[in-house]
């Protein structure tokens, strides 16, 4: 198989790397290839809109909280599997430490390069060769957003010089909806795929340019650290345990490598949804409830009494509860909304959660833990009124400023704190372990 790969990368966010992005995935997809599209830096939403236009599940990749090892053993064995591979980039492409230029480089994948160019011409040569200089990163070319005639497309065309045009979309009549926390959820959009495939026949592309491009050049790691893209774990320390994961359009901001983490360590996975008001199950021996959208569904999950009832027996019980972001806003005592309406949650966690128009928290951060940290990130539009003390803080990368508070009341753990359990199984398996608890 040769697989050919790029990192779809901007000068800013907004530009439309993830308009692009599906669409190439999908036109790919339509002209038999077999695609794999990454999404680079945590992102929740974005490999959800991913998956649906390339048919494959998206993983994150990022130098700082997945690794260079995790990320080189991921795209090697999407490279065995598939014969494009896409990465989208985060922001601009020398934002953030590490940045997407920096995966760029790390990993030998040339940059295409979308430019927004509704309210420019002649200047995106300029634009695009000062984002290949100033790293400098291999270019591979050019996709032009928003483009508004044949003859506009011509002066972007010329104005790259050596860098090739590869594509075009024009100005959407339609385009992926979006919220507070980015894209809508898949599932919500209807009529989603005929949304990607118009996309996708909007989308001018030279495949024969694309079939030209160098094969990727990624070997799998030395390192016996990663097996088939997972982290390798020594012995199985949650062989036995039964996890209760809160599954539904509340819950759902979950890596798919937390997953396959906590499975390579031995748990058995259940899910179940407090929005239909399903108890967690009896056998499990601890609960997992992911970050989401608990804001959105106020009144389902206030009305909800089993699964209130039942995460307070477990724990009552002493079963570990890791709570993240919208897990913990649904286990606090109550939950104001945009609207300001306000509606009774679980009650593990004494205080409210108020939702508010200013982010709250963005950015990398490590949670330190006894077998070291747990590398992560946190975004959130709310903020949590408590009195409760943190029981621990997470670190800011890179600055190694204070971050989001750790809440620990008996078996119970919450935080803004999103984990990216692969970064530690150890601490991982302590967390979710009944004795740690």
């Not at 010089?161 to 809508?184: C, F, M, N, Y």
Request: glycine share 10%.
């Amino acid at each position: 198989m040769v697989a050919r790969a790029v990192l779809v990368a901007a000068a800013a966010s907004g530009q439309g790397k993830t308009t692009v992005t599906a669409a190439l995935a999908r036109k790919l997809v339509r002209a038999g290839r077999r695609v794999r599209v990454f999404k680079c830096g945590p992102d929740f939403i974005d490999p959800m809109v991913l998956a649906r236009a390339c048919g494959a599940p998206v993983e994150s990749l990022d130098l700082w909280m997945v690794g260079a090892e995790r990320c080189r053993a991921l795209l090697a064995e999407a490279a065995q599997d598939a014969d494009a591979i896409l990465v989208e980039g985060v922001m601009g492409l020398y934002d953030g430490t590490p940045s997407a230029a920096d995966l760029s480089r790390e990993f030998g994948l040339p940059v295409l390069t979308v430019i927004d160019a509704g309210a420019m011409a002649q200047t995106a040569g300029a634009l695009v060769h000062g984002l290949r200089a100033y790293g400098p990163v291999e270019m591979a070319g050019v996709v032009a957003n928003r483009i508004a005639s044949p003859g506009h497309a011509a002066m972007v065309a010329a104005s790259l010089r050596d860098i090739p045009l590869l594509g075009t979309l024009p100005k959407q009549a339609v385009s992926l909806p979006e919220r507070h926390l980015g894209l809508v959820l898949p599932d919500e959009v209807a009529g989603l795929d005929g949304l990607l495939d118009e996309l996708a026949d909007q989308l001018a592309f030279d495949l024969a340019a694309w079939d030209a491009l160098p094969a990727a050049q990624i070997a799998h790691p030395d390192s016996g650290a990663t097996q088939g893209g997972r982290m390798a774990v020594a012995g199985l320390p949650l062989a036995g345990a039964r996890i209760a994961i809160a599954r539904d359009a509340a819950f759902m901001f979950l890596y798919p490598s937390n997953l396959t983490t906590l499975e390579a360590l031995g748990a058995q996975l259940e899910f179940f949804s407090p929005l239909a008001d399903e108890a967690v199950p009896r056998e499990a021996t601890a609960v997992y409830l992911p970050g989401g959208y608990p804001e959105l569904h106020g009144a389902a999950l206030a009305a909800g009494k089993r699964w209130q009832a039942s995460v307070r027996t477990a724990h009552a019980d002493g079963l570990p509860i890791v709570a993240e972001c919208g897990g913990m806003m649904a286990l606090a005592d109550t939950l104001q909304d945009k609207e300001g309406r306000e509606w009774p949650m679980a009650g593990l966690l004494p205080g409210k959660v108020v939702m508010q128009a200013r982010l709250a928290g963005l950015g990398a951060q490590a949670m330190p833990t006894a077998h070291g940290p747990l590398r992560g990130h946190t975004f959130h539009y709310s903020r949590l009124e408590t009195s409760q003390p943190a029981a621990a803080t997470t670190q800011k990368n890179p600055s190694g400023a204070a971050g989001e508070a750790v809440y620990r009341i008996g078996s119970l753990q919450v935080s803004y704190f999103h984990a990216y359990f692969p970064s530690n199984p150890a601490a991982v398996a302590a967390m979710f372990s009944r004795s740690a608890a």
